[in-house]
Antibody, heavy 119, light 108 residues
Framework: QVHLVQSGREVKKPGASVKVSCKTS????????ISWLRQAPGQGLEWMAW????????KYAPNIQDRFLMTTDTSTQTVYLELRSLRSDDTAVYFC????????????WGQGTLVTVSS | DIVLTQSPGTLSLSPGERATLSCRAS???????LAWYQQKPGQAPRLLIY???SWAPDIPHRFSGSGSGTDFTLTISRLEPEDFAVYYC?????????FGQGTKLEIK
């Protein structure tokens, strides 16, 4: 059974950094990319970025600046998203999601991590 | 970027009724690279449909997707109590992979 389990909620001050983890299981880790999406409070879904655990290739949405960095750890089948220089408008639930082999849709999701940025 | 516009914003129906949700794209979505998701409060989205009309695993067949080009539809043939949620369409034709703003399906 495919599972994606994310780290717990975070509260950070503006300008700080946070690292969110997404531990996967139940499938062959290198074979599927992982995307990160976010959902601001009461808002819709936004795709932000994708990483391939096979070769660490990445793809980012144009509005995602250099503040976001993804990494992988194949030994633990975990993907990380680091958000730097946090702003108040980064407050959102961040989801990791397995990206289908057949196209950029998302077939399994983590439970979400709430990141709150507040002074 | 491809903009997806969903309608209606809110749909009020009763269990047993038929629901029809629309998703319109600002430009043609080639190869019907369109997916539908269901999201309940406090939960992650769940994939329902991909390729405009193919069921994701374990999705009941009362959910069906149709359409091509710029106009797509999600139909729920007979609403069950657990179907009341927010529904999103998403295009994966071109990056950035965008979502519609959602349709809230509520109990009448």
């Amino acid at each position: 059974q495919v599972h994606l389990v994310q780290s717990g909620r975070e509260v950070k001050k503006p300008g700080a950094s946070v690292k969110v983890s997404c531990k996967t299981s139940g499938y062959t880790f290198p074979n599927y990319g992982i995307s990160w999406l976010r959902q601001a409070p009461g808002q819709g879904l936004e795709w932000m970025a994708w990483i391939s655990p096979a070769n660490n290739n990445t793809k980012y949405a144009p509005n995602i600046q250099d503040r976001f960095l993804m990494t992988t750890d194949t030994s633990t089948q975990t993907v990380y998203l680091e958000l730097r220089s946090l702003r108040s408008d980064d407050t959102a639930v961040y989801f990791c999601a397995r990206t289908s082999f057949w196209g950029f849709y998302f077939d399994y999701w983590g439970q979400g991590t709430l990141v709150t940025v507040s002074s | 970027d491809i903009v997806l516009t969903q309608s209606p914003g809110t749909l009020s129906l009763s269990p047993g009724e038929r629901a029809t949700l629309s998703c319109r794209a600002s430009q043609s979505v080639k190869s019907s690279f369109l997916a539908w998701y269901q999201q309940k409060p406090g939960q992650a989205p769940r994939l329902l449909i991909y390729g405009a009309s193919s069921w994701a695993p374990d999705i009941p067949h009362r959910f069906s997707g149709s359409g091509s080009g710029t106009d797509f539809t999600l139909t729920i043939s007979r609403l069950e109590p657990e179907d009341f949620a927010v529904y999103y369409c998403q295009q994966y034709d071109s990056s950035p992979y965008t979502f519609g703003q959602g349709t809230k399906l509520e109990i009448k």
